[in-house]
């Protein structure tokens, strides 16, 4: 597959994605061959999941242009995956190169959670971006755009706030390259033997009275952000409360044994606890439980992280009496006043996994089994 791009040709097979320029790219990259500013003919993405060095990835490109006839300098990386979009604006063209082993499962009632073959610890979320820039830039205006656009491509992620473990793998192992034209003419060999191939002194288009760097800057930013939320969409990375209940290493199988550490007096069947599985998964599909839970653990990220100054949370301070709040609403939305009077219960003896907990979410948990539990014994 071949796609036509102003300054370039992209194309595409099982193994590589590479684009060619004759007349040169100046780039700026990191690139694993090579970081840094290059003057180049290929820009090349190959497919290969292993963790290869320089002298191995070399090697490899090498071997991989020769078997396809390729000429030419390159920078080059490997990477898990070649899935790509492509966004063009006029002058500015992004090439989004995707790896992505996580996929939403359906789990139960209408609920998702984010699964990976790999394990979560051998995962990979990486998205990759070659910029390319229908204009003749100078080296410095290069490495400032690659500034602007890491800068920019960063704050979107993390903008995103997912669940600890999905950033955890998130752009271990993704790229980026800022490639612009060379100056006209100035590869030519006559030229090149007359004053010598020195590219600080070349006339770049930047370097002109009409341009605005600010404005450019201001494009490469809506550029790399639109870019990222279609990556978003072609990955299907969405998230849900159970994909944050994974966050904070619950399961609803710890949920169910922490409901039942508290109950006196029943013959705890494995019906029983089917009975408050389902009832837990239920409850997790309220619209108001959700926005409670999610109200507690977006609140305590915030205090962990220490991005209030009023607020020091490190020793559970007794002052601190909102989680109750949300503890016991909660309760009260699953099973109405008597699961008022159950959280009491739960949120003084924290049963189970709910002891584990930072001092906002343990209290929500409570409240959500203190609900699930009297719900199940008033059916």
Known sequence: MSNKIENGNLHKNSD????????????????????GIDIIENIMILKNESKLNEEELIEFTENYKESNNIEGSYISQNFNDLEYIVNSYNDISII??????????????????????????????????IILINKALSPKALIQLYKVATKQKSKFFESLHLPIHISNILNTEDFLVLASNMPEGSLNEDYVMEVGL???????????????MEKFSERIQDAVTIACEDALEKMNLTTGIL???????????????????????????????????????????????????????????DFQNNRLREIDVSDDPAYLYTDEVLGLSIANQIAGTKARFNFKRYD???????????????????????GCMSKIFEE
């Open 16 to 35: 590589a994605i590479y684009i060619d320029n004759g007349d040169y790219f100046l780039t700026f990259s990191d690139m694993k061959v090579s970081d």
């Open 96 to 129: 989004t190169v995707i790896a992505n082993d996580v996929f939403p499962e359906d789990f139960s009632q209408g609920l998702k959670v984010l699964n990976s073959e790999k394990g979560f610890e051998n995962a990979k979320i990486d998205v990759g971006q």
């Open 198 to 212: 020195d590219i600080t002194n070349m006339q770049y288009d930047d370097e002109l009275d009409d341009f605005d």
């Open 243 to 301: 994909d944050f209940l994974v966050s904070e290493g619950i399961l609803i199988g710890d949920l169910v044994e922490a409901g039942f550490e508290l109950c006196v007096g029943v013959e705890i069947t494995d019906e029983l606890k089917e009975k408050l599985e389902k009832q837990i998964i239920n409850s997790l599909t309220d619209i108001n439980v959700i926005a409670l839970l999610m109200a507690a653990i977006r609140t305590e990220e």
């Open 348 to 370: 003084e003896a924290k049963p189970g996994i709910i002891s584990g907990l930072g001092p906002m979410v343990d209290d929500i948990f409570a409240g959500l089994i203190a």
